[in-house]
Nanobody
């Protein structure tokens, strides 16, 4: 069983930055591909970014490409999402997710097995 705990959300002005962290329990983190998703009120959960377990290859949604960076620190069992040049449309609850052991990263939320509780990000205009 893997438990994920997000932190780092908050209120920021447009153009500002935030860094989200997701701490994972368990011994399999280094072999788990990780993802970030977000959900705004009244909308479906959408893909933000993913990072592979094997080669740290990353993939981003077009809406965040060039502004957000996903990274991982296997020694700390933590995945990060650095968010720069934030826009009001980035406002959402951000969720960290993990795939089962040794599966590649994915942009599909139904392919993730473990989820955190979410952290709120609010960007004011």
């Amino acid at each position: 069983q893997v438990q994920l705990v997000e932190s780092g959300g908050g209120l920021v002005q447009a153009g500002g930055s935030l860094r989200l962290s997701c701490a994972a329990s368990g011994r399999t983190f280094s072999r788990s591909s990780m993802g970030w998703f977000r959900q705004a009120p009244g909308k479906e959960r959408e893909f933000v970014a993913t990072i592979n377990w094997s080669d740290s290859k990353t993939e981003y949604a077009d809406s965040v490409k060039g502004r957000f960076t996903i990274s991982r620190d296997n020694a700390r069992n933590t995945v990060y999402l650095q968010m720069n040049s934030l826009k009001p449309e980035d406002t959402a609850v951000y969720y960290c997710a993990a795939r089962r052991w040794r599966l590649a990263g994915s942009n599909r939320p139904n392919e993730y097995d473990y989820w955190g509780q979410g952290t709120q990000v609010t960007v004011s205009s």
